[in-house]
């Protein structure tokens, strides 16, 4: 495992300078060589050769970026300070963005824990944060990056149900948060390999598979209209329970244990009922 290593490198203006002024310096005195002779040539030859040899060593590193340098395919170290710079003219320099970027996955289809199919997809910001690993540990590490998002994002979908069914259950609707931290976390232990530091992994898009979305909708909603219901009767034996130590109190009427049930009864269903209630008049005594 090949790691980052600073690589020495100096300004690039001095010998920009130089460089320039031998250039110049060449061209004035190939006018002027006057009785020199080959001797004067060689000279002039000379010193383009290596004014020209000196620009090649020149580079230029932007904010977050660096550039790797090789010699003859030896890992020599990375310069990571910006400008103009100057190395060794024989290194070649590879630059590497250390920029914060992003990239989202497309719809996978896979199958949660269930068996259910389901379309999810993810959010992943990251950056490079080791450029030798980068380069030299994988084979194209933007292309590392978007595979093995991929495969975690896989991985974590088939460990956890679409949603819970069980109280206390840890679904991926439920839950997203935790899940999020978790698909970030699997997503980091397989890109560190590569220099890649994990910034944030977010689910951007989960929904069921088109063919069982009819089904699962019905199913929702019958789970909620259940705990509609649950709220509504609650709510009602709250209210009748209410109504009696009312009447009790107050010495309104003196109902024994079958009025009572008839009463609670009748409160049940104008409370719980889904429809108006229809009045009925009764014209006879209360028992008949």
């Known amino acids: 495992m090949i790691r980052e290593k600073k ?9 920009l300078v130089l460089c320039l002024g031998g250039l110049v310096a060449s061209v004035v005195g190939f006018f002027h060589l006057d009785g020199h002779g080959v001797a004067g ?3 002039v030859i000379l010193v383009v050769g290596l004014s020209v040899l000196g620009l090649v060593g020149l580079f230029v590193v932007n904010p977050n970026e660096s550039k790797v340098l090789q010699l003859f395919g030896a890992y020599v170290g990375t310069v990571t300070g910006t400008g103009l710079r100057w190395a060794n003219p024989f290194l070649t320099k590879r630059r590497v963005s250390v920029r914060i970027r992003n990239f989202e996955t497309g719809k996978l289809k896979v199958n949660d824990l269930r068996g259910n199919p389901i379309e999810i997809g993810c959010v992943v910001v990251w950056k490079v944060v080791d450029t030798a690993e980068a380069l030299f540990n994988v084979d194209d590490f933007e292309d590392f990056v978007q595979v093995q998002s991929e495969a975690a994002l896989r991985n974590l979908a088939t460990g956890y149900p679409y949603d819970a069914h069980d109280t206390g259950e840890e679904s991926m609707t439920g839950n997203t948060a935790e899940i999020s931290a978790k698909l970030r976390t699997e997503i980091h232990d397989r890109l560190e390999k590569a220099g890649v530091e994990v910034i944030e992994a977010r689910i951007s898009h989960m929904a069921y598979s088109p063919e069982i979305a009819a089904a699962m909708l019905q199913r929702q909603q019958a789970s909620a209209v259940v705990a509609a219901r649950q709220k509504i009767v609650e709510g009602a034996v709250g209210m009748v329970e209410d109504a009696l130590d ?35 008049v009764n014209t006879g005594t209360l028992n008949r």
Do not use: F, W
């Open 41 to 43: 040539l060689v000279g």
């Open 246 to 280: 009312l009447l009790g109190r107050k010495n309104v009427v003196d109902l024994d244990e079958d009025r009572k049930a008839v009463m609670v009864s009748n409160l049940l269903v104008v409370l719980c009922s889904d429809t108006h209630t229809q009045p009925v």
């Open 7 to 15: 690589a020495s490198s100096m300004s690039g203006y001095l010998p």
